[in-house]
T-cell receptor
Framework: QKEVEQNSGPLSVPEGAIASLNCTYS??????FFWYRQYSGKSPELIMS??SNGDKEDGRFTAQLNKASQYVSLLIRDSQPSDSATYLC????WGNGNKLVFGAGTILRVKS | DAGVTQSPTHLIKTRGQHVTLRCSPI?????VSWYQQVLGQGPQFIFQ???????GRGNFPDRFSARQFPNYSSELNVNALLLGDSALYLC????????????FGPGTRLTVT
C-alpha cells in the first residue's frame, strides 16, 4: 500500500466549476498535510497547509482534513484555465526528520 | 525577498561521473531538504539538514551524500552516476523546528547519458 495515494486523473472540469481533489494516507501518526501545485516543467509551489480536522479556506482554495478517515481534500472554486496543473498531496512523515511524503499527483485540466 | 535558489539549472553527465548540486535557502530558514522527482511521480525525500546536522535520510544508496554549511546553504553530491539518477532534484527550505511548511527551489534537471 502506498503511503499517500491520489487519483492520477486527469480530472477535467469546465471553467467556473468546482474542482475536487482527493488524497488518502496510511500513517495514522501524521499531523501535517500540504497541497502543492506543479506546472509542467516547474517545481512544486505550496498552496495550502492544514493541521487540524475540518476546513481551511484561502481565497478560492479550501483544504479539508479528516484524520479519522485518513483523508485530505482540496477544493478549488471558480476554476480557471490557469489552475490547470498537477496537484501534489504531501504528508509530513514522522520518525525521519520532518520529511514530506508525496502522492504521485492529480492532473487537473480546466477547460474554457 | 529572494526565494530558494539552486544551481545549476540543467546538467548533463555521463554514467560513472559524480555531480554536485547546490542550494541556498530562503533568508532566515535553517532547514534544507533534498528531493528527487522522476517524471510522473511525486518528489521523493533524500535528505534533511537542520542547523548543519543531518536530521533525516531517505531510502537512497550511499552514493548520495549531502552537507549543510554555516550559512545554511547546502550541497547534494551523487557519485558513480547511473542512468536511473536522471531526474529533477529539488531543494526545499523551511524555518525548521516545529514549522513544517517547505518551499521549493526551481530544481536542477540532471540528465545522465
Amino acid at each position: 500500500q502506498k503511503e499517500v495515494e491520489q487519483n492520477s486523473g486527469p480530472l477535467s472540469v469546465p471553467e467556473g466549476a468546482i474542482a475536487s481533489l482527493n488524497c488518502t494516507y496510511s500513517d495514522r501518526v501524521s499531523q501535517s498535510f500540504f497541497w502543492y501545485r506543479q506546472y509542467s516543467g516547474k517545481s512544486p509551489e505550496l498552496i495550502m497547509s492544514i493541521y487540524s480536522n475540518g476546513d481551511k479556506e484561502d481565497g478560492r482554495f479550501t483544504a479539508q482534513l479528516n484524520k479519522a478517515s485518513q483523508y485530505v481534500s482540496l477544493l478549488i472554486r471558480d476554476s480557471q484555465p490557469s489552475d490547470s496543473a498537477t496537484y501534489l498531496c504531501a504528508v509530513e512523515g514522522w520518525g525521519n526528520g520532518n520529511k514530506l511524503v508525496f502522492g504521485a499527483g492529480t492532473i487537473l485540466r480546466v477547460k474554457s | 525577498d529572494a526565494g530558494v535558489t539552486q544551481s545549476p539549472t540543467h546538467l548533463i553527465k555521463t554514467r560513472g561521473q559524480h555531480v554536485t548540486l547546490r542550494c541556498s535557502p530562503i533568508s532566515g530558514h535553517k532547514s534544507v531538504s533534498w528531493y528527487q522527482q522522476v517524471l510522473g511521480q511525486g518528489p521523493q525525500f533524500i535528505f534533511q539538514y537542520y542547523e548543519k546536522e543531518e536530521r533525516g535520510r531517505g531510502n537512497f544508496p550511499d552514493r548520495f551524500s549531502a552537507r549543510q554549511f554555516p550559512n545554511y546553504s547546502s550541497e547534494l553530491n551523487v557519485n558513480a552516476l547511473l542512468l536511473g539518477d536522471s531526474a529533477l532534484y529539488l531543494c526545499a527550505s523551511s524555518p525548521g523546528g516545529p514549522v513544517y511548511e517547505q518551499y521549493f527551489g526551481p530544481g536542477t534537471r540532471l540528465t545522465v547519458t
